[in-house]
Each structure stands twice: as C-alpha cells, then as structure tokens.
C-alpha cells in the first residue's frame, strides 16, 4: 500500500537525517499481520501457511522462504517501493508474516470460538534475539 510506504519512507529520512550515512545499521523487521485473514490467498504449500519450526535457534531457511513470499506479495499488491526503501538504506531488514490470534475475529469482533493460538508471533522476536546475539541461528 502506497501510504505505508510514504510512512516508511519518512521514518527513513528521520533516522538519516543529520548524518552523513546512507545506510541504516538498526534491525528492522517488516511484519505483515493477520496473515490468517490470508489463508484463502496462499497456496498449500506456502511458507506462511508452515507454523514456526519449533527449534532452539533462529531458523534462516524458514525465514528466508517467508522473506521471499512476503517480498512478492508486497510487490503484487502495488507496494514495490517498501522494499526498494529497504534494499537501499537498511543494512539488517526482515519480512515476516503473523497472527496475533491466529483465527479472524467473530462478525461481533469478538475472539473466535477456538480461543487464541497466536501464528508466527514469535518469529519477528526470534530474529532480534538472534541480532543481538542471544539466540543462534543456523
């Protein structure tokens, strides 16, 4: 979406402002939500549709195929510009796809009948942790 880009294009220029720095050296983690509102969109055998692997580690094969699904439904659903913004000022960027619920609301905005069981949620933390070295990652 174009206004999500424009937002992180301006937190962007915040962060290189006043430096001479192109480059951004913080981790960041793009993490699209409600990936269960998705479920009808991905196929099978889609990375987001895969739970966490379940490990005492950062997984980087999982996240790389979630990075790369999530890129490409970014760039099919007109926001190309997010990740070109990523590319060239980020130095440590990360795509993620999540649910804190794990199931969409009822029609009442109420939790669904089955409770919470949040998707991926930990993921986004997993990689930071990792960042600053106090998980591996293999």
Not at 18 to 24: E, K, L, N, V, Y
Not at 31 to 36: P, Y
Request: hydrophobic share 40%; proline share 8%.
């Amino acid at each position: 979406d174009e206004e999500a880009a424009a937002s992180f294009d301006r937190i962007t220029a915040l962060l290189l402002a006043g430096t001479a720095q192109q480059r951004i050296d913080k981790p960041v983690a793009i993490v699209l939500s409600k990936v269960d509102a998705l479920w009808h969109l991905l196929e099978p055998g889609s990375p987001l549709r895969r739970p966490s692997p379940v490990r005492p580690y950062f997984d980087e094969a999982d996240n790389q195929a979630v990075q790369a699904q999530v890129r490409t439904m970014l760039k099919n659903w007109g926001a190309p510009g997010l990740d070109e913004t990523v590319r060239r000022h980020y130095t440590r960027c990360r795509y993620f796809g999540i649910s804190a619920l794990g199931a969409t609301p009822t029609e009442n905005n109420r939790v669904a009948e089955q409770g919470v069981h949040p998707y991926r949620a930990t993921d986004p933390f997993l990689w930071l942790l990792n960042e600053f070295g106090f998980v591996p990652s293999q």
